[in-house]
Nanobody, 127 residues
Framework: QVQLVESGGGLVQAGGSLRLSCAAS????????MGWFRQAPGKEREFVAV????????NYADSVKGRFTISRDNAKNTVYLQMNSLKPEDTAVYYC????????????????????WGPGTQVTVSS
């Protein structure tokens, strides 16, 4: 059974930092891009960041560029999202996701490209 499990969410003041982790089990994702998405109450799920299968290429939503960093450790089958300079508008449930395609050339930013999803972790940023 393939599972993605996020951790590291919580409550933080504006300007603070959090590091999210996403541990995969049941299969290796070393050949797949991994992404982070988020969903705030009443809003659609939105792309946050993606990293390619090797870790050599990344892409970010404009709203988080320069503040968030995605990384991965294929030996641990884990992907991370370092979030700095957090703002109240970053408050959402954060989901990690595994690309349905292996060795994809591009960096998928739409939910439909991902076949595997974690249950999410809540991030709340207070002002």
């Amino acid at each position: 059974q393939v599972q993605l499990v996020e951790s590291g969410g919580g409550l933080v003041q504006a300007g603070g930092s959090l590091r999210l982790s996403c541990a995969a089990s049941g299969r290796t994702f070393s050949s797949n891009a991994m992404g982070w998405f988020r969903q705030a109450p009443g809003k659609e799920r939105e792309f946050v960041a993606v990293i390619n299968w090797s870790g050599g290429s990344t892409n970010y939503a404009d709203s988080v560029k320069g503040r968030f960093t995605i990384s991965r450790d294929n030996a641990k089958n884990t992907v991370y999202l370092q979030m700095n300079s957090l703002k109240p508008e970053d408050t959402a449930v954060y989901y990690c996701a595994g690309d349905r395609a292996a060795f994809r050339r591009g960096l998928p930013t739409t939910p439909g490209a991902y076949a595997y999803w974690g249950p999410g972790t809540q991030v709340t940023v207070s002002s």
